[in-house]
């Protein structure tokens, strides 16, 4: 069993930045990702990690704003996100799935944290 843990969201202006964090405890799977839903949409692809960060994986609409990362020794994997928008409001989720693939489908994904809520105001 896999328990994920999120924290770091907040209220942040546009233009600002925001890191959020996601603790993993019990199995350690190898591709974590992170996604987001804002209310009335579908949840989203936001990027993923594989392993110590060798491999990695963005939406477009978040390339180059945002960054994944991994620390293995605290088992967590961060959010830095530079440069935020409007438009990234919503709730984020940290997930975990077995294997290597780089999936950006949540449908692959076996574990799912409860979320943490990020308003960007403009």
């Known amino acids: 069993q896999v328990q994920l843990v999120e924290s770091g969201g907040g209220l942040v202006q546009a233009g600002g930045s925001l890191t959020l964090s996601c603790a993993a405890s019990?199995?350690?799977?190898?591709?974590m990702g992170w996604f987001r839903q804002a209310p009335g949409k579908e949840r989203e692809f936001v990027a993923a990690i594989r392993g110590s960060g060798a491999s990695t994986s963005y939406a477009d609409s978040v390339k180059g704003r945002f960054t994944i990362s991994r620390d293995t020794t605290k088992n967590t994997v961060y959010l830095q996100m530079n440069s935020v928008k409007p438009e990234d409001t919503a709730a984020y989720y940290c997930a975990a799935k077995g294997g290597l693939y780089l999936s950006g489908n949540a449908k692959e994904y076996d574990y799912w944290g409860q979320g943490t809520q990020v308003t960007v105001s403009s």
């Open positions: 019990g199995r350690t799977l190898y591709v």
